[in-house]
């Protein structure tokens, strides 16, 4: 099994119309959450850093700031105070997709995606940090993969993180100029979101593709924009295959 410590960045593995992605490699690592750095003899003084439970190190984060969060990162749920539930189904999704006809045929009452987020402070409050995790199921609407809604953040400057922890997908972003690229998600592909930045999921896989996200707690969300206009490219299946496929 992989190890579930490290979190790599890796580089976009879909073709795009516009070219790669381009982002510097770099880790994540939570091997020394609720652990001293450099444990050994010559380690800092206990004292000075609290020890968590040794059987939470690789299995979940519990952060006690605020408000608790217990994040189980085999599965991403979350648990705790202050978590925010949300569900959207084939019905909630008008619009969304490319083939609304196709998404008629479906049942309203077909599940997509839900998201756990965890909201220490006031959403809209200066300067706090929002956690969530969005489970988004397989499926397509025609040949166009189930997908997250898609938003930019209502304040532009304001950038995120995914973290994905099962399943495969695309991140999809799309850039103030309309240029709309995508980053492959599998486990531990970390992703980095500029500000000025509309992103939205798309689940290639034929299993549940779960993710988690970072963002600054005045973010917003904007999805009218998205509605509007749509991303200039969509990821559809053409020949079996997830392409990304420019709108015209
Ligand atoms: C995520 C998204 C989540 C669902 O937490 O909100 O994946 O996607 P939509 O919000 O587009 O429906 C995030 O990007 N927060 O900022
Ligand atoms: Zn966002």
Not at 3 to 23: F, K, Q, S, Y
């Amino acid at each position: 099994m992989a190890d579930p410590g490290h979190a790599d960045v890796r580089r976009n593995e879909l073709a795009t119309p516009w070219g790669r992605w381009a982002a510097s490699d770099c880790s994540v690592t939570t091997e020394g959450v609720g652990k001293i750095m450099g444990t050994g003899s010559d380690s800092q003084s206990a004292s000075q850093f609290p020890q968590a439970e040794p059987s939470l190190g690789l299995d979940s984060i519990t952060t006690l700031i605020k408000a608790q969060l217990s994040v189980n990162l085999q599965t991403g749920e979350l648990s705790g105070d202050r978590i925010q539930s949300t569900v959207r189904t084939i019905g909630d999704l008008e619009g969304i997709f490319r083939d609304e006809e196709a998404r008629q045929a479906l049942d309203p009452s077909t599940l997509v995606y839900r998201v756990q987020a965890f909201l220490p402070v006031e959403e809209g409050e200066e300067g706090g940090l929002f956690w969530g995790t969005t489970f988004l199921e397989p499926g397509r609407v025609g040949d166009e993969y189930f997908m997250t809604k898609g938003h930019y953040h209502a304040k532009r400057a304001r950038g995120e993180y995914y973290l994905t922890l099962q399943g495969s997908g695309g991140l999809i972003l799309m850039d103030e100029e309309r240029r709309t690229t995508c980053e492959a998600m599998r486990p531990r592909t970390l992703h980095y979101i500029p500000a000025h930045t509309a992103h939205r999921v798309a689940n290639t896989g034929e299993s549940l593709l779960v993710f988690l996200a970072c963002w600054p707690s005045d973010a917003g969300h904007d999805y009218a924009a998205v509605a509007r206009q749509g991303f200039s490219a969509r990821l559809r299946k053409v020949g079996g295959i997830p392409t990304l496929v420019e709108e015209r």
